[in-house]
């Protein structure tokens, strides 16, 4: 039996920003540290989806630079005036193939999402066999912009209301080492409604992010300045943001590294 170490990577949620996570995968590759567990939080659910299925690097960086805000937001409005989120299903089982379960993927992956009946996190999957393009979509089904997503007797949204990094979560799966992938971004004003809505999130969940960046064994944080989340155009930008930060902070870690391998 090994003893070697389970390695977490917990990937925060963050709309654009989350093209920054491909480029610390391609990073985390690089320097031949693959992840035995992927907890995502909104974007970061399905960029560790696309990885955690088998889908090379290099492809996930054409899709991400030429995915449109079409493929992601359906043009029709349901729930009280907000957009429906199933493109981002349908997108999911169209490059995983439809029907992928959890049980079927390259490597063990946790999705977070937030129940608004019972007003409690839920972390998929609750059984290996649950299909993955749903719980996927409710994790990015963002309040305010998506409606939220019905399964069974639940209303779910976006998992970055409670569980804005995963890194406990991960921990929680058996993970022995976590690194985790978050954002800095630039003060500055927010720019329409759904930034006010963003930064009053992050405010309120300031603690629950420390509480997570603390319980991490290495703490990757892409510098973004101050481009916007919504623009998904800048995704060679970010990713190279992205792979520039893991390999700064994995360098600056080796001894945690090492240590990890022997």
Not at 81 to 89: F, H, Q, R, W, Y
Not at 214 to 242: C, F, P, Q, Y
């Amino acid at each position: 039996m090994s003893n070697k170490p389970k390695i977490g990577l917990a990937l925060a949620g963050g709309v654009g920003y989350c093209m920054t996570h491909i480029g610390v995968l391609q990073a985390l590759e690089h320097s031949n540290l693959k992840p035995d567990i992927i907890a995502g939080t909104s974007g970061g659910a399905l960029i560790g989806a696309l990885y955690a299925s088998g889908i090379r690097l290099d492809r996930i960086e054409e899709i991400a630079k030429s995915i449109k805000w079409n493929k992601l937001m359906g043009p029709h409005f349901l729930f009280k005036g907000l957009g429906s989120s199933k493109p981002i299903e349908d997108l999911m089982d169209e490059l995983l193939g439809k029907g992928r379960r959890f049980a079927d993927l390259n490597t063990r992956l946790l999705v977070s999402a937030v129940d608004l009946v019972s007003e409690q996190k839920i972390m998929f999957p609750e059984d290996e066999s649950q299909t993955i393009s749903l719980p996927v979509r409710a994790s990015c089904s963002l309040p305010l912009v998506f409606s939220p997503v019905r399964y069974k007797d639940r209303l779910l949204v976006d998992g970055g209301m409670l569980v804005p990094l995963p890194v406990r979560e991960i921990k929680a799966a058996g993970a022995d080492f976590v690194i985790a992938a978050d954002f800095k971004v630039a003060r500055d004003e927010p720019k329409n409604m759904f930034d006010v809505a963003l930064r009053t999130l992050r405010i309120a969940n300031q603690e629950r992010v420390d509480d997570a960046m603390r319980a991490a064994d290495i703490m990757i944080e892409s510098h973004i300045g101050g481009g916007s989340r919504w623009d998904l155009a800048a995704a060679t930008d970010l990713i190279k943001v992205g792979r520039m930060a893991a390999e700064d902070i994995l360098a600056r870690n080796g001894d945690k590294i090492k240590a990890i391998r022997e």
